[in-house]
């Protein structure tokens, strides 16, 4: 069976701070792992990693994969208050989607 | 206009009931998905389906089908509600035959059985 483990499951930080978001996975057919942020509506994408060693950057974001280690990290840097908000990793094998708990993130100001 | 649009928005029923609730996407895609988000924000795979396989996670019971009358569009019914159906559902779609696995959210749909 497929398994997507975030950690933490939940983090308050203040506002500077600097996050970084795990996710670590055992998935047959591995094909790549997205990270969404989930405010009160729907999940938004940030980032589709489908390759080791390569960091993904946008803003402040950034996030790794390591496909020997089978883990990925989202690192957030200088942390504001609209940030906060679920954090979704997602791992897509052959025909599915296996998604993690998501790490629930708390800005404080 | 709106990629993935969902209706309703909010759907309060008595247990027992049958309902359906709507998907629509108009990105072209060839996969479209629901998942279930409950109390505790795990958000649950459950149905991937185009237009050549149904994927159906195990876990979920046969009470909840997917209907699919085109390719835009892919229906959630549920038979005989019962109140640990009460969730937040989001239909999701992406296209698989591209270069990235995006899947695109609608809006979701908050259903609480009485």
């Known amino acids: 069976e497929d398994k997507v483990v975030q950690s933490p499951l939940s983090l308050v930080v203040h506002e500077g701070d600097t996050v970084t978001l795990n996710c670590s996975y055992e998935?047959?057919?591995?094909?790549?792992l997205l990270w969404y942020k989930q405010e009160k509506k729907a999940p938004t994408f940030l980032f589709m990693l489908t390759s080791s060693g390569i960091e993904k950057k946008s803003g402040r974001l950034s996030s790794i994969l390591d496909k020997k280690e089978l883990f990925s990290i989202l690192n957030i840097t200088a942390t504001q208050t609209g940030d906060s908000a679920i954090y979704l990793c997602?791992?897509?094998?052959?025909?599915?989607?296996?998604f993690g708990d998501g790490t629930t993130l708390t800005v404080k100001p | 206009d709106t990629a993935v649009s969902q209706t309703p928005k909010y759907l309060v029923t008595q247990m027992g009931n049958d309902k359906s609730i709507k998907c629509e996407q108009n990105?072209?895609?060839?996969?479209m998905y629901w998942y279930k988000q409950d109390s505790k924000k795990f958000l649950k795979i459950m149905f991937s389906y185009n237009n050549k396989e149904l994927i159906i996670n195990e876990t979920v019971p046969n009470r909840f089908s997917p209907k699919s009358p085109d390719k835009a569009h892919l229906n959630l019914h549920i038979n005989s509600l019962e109140l640990g159906d009460s969730a937040v559902y989001f239909c999701a779609s992406s296209q698989l035959t591209s270069s990235t696995d995006t899947q695109y959210f609608g809006p979701g749909t908050r259903l609480t059985v009485l």
């Open positions: 998935v047959t057919n591995f094909r790549s």
């Open positions: 990105l072209g895609h060839d996969t």
């Open positions: 997602a791992v897509y094998s052959a025909g599915k989607s296996t």
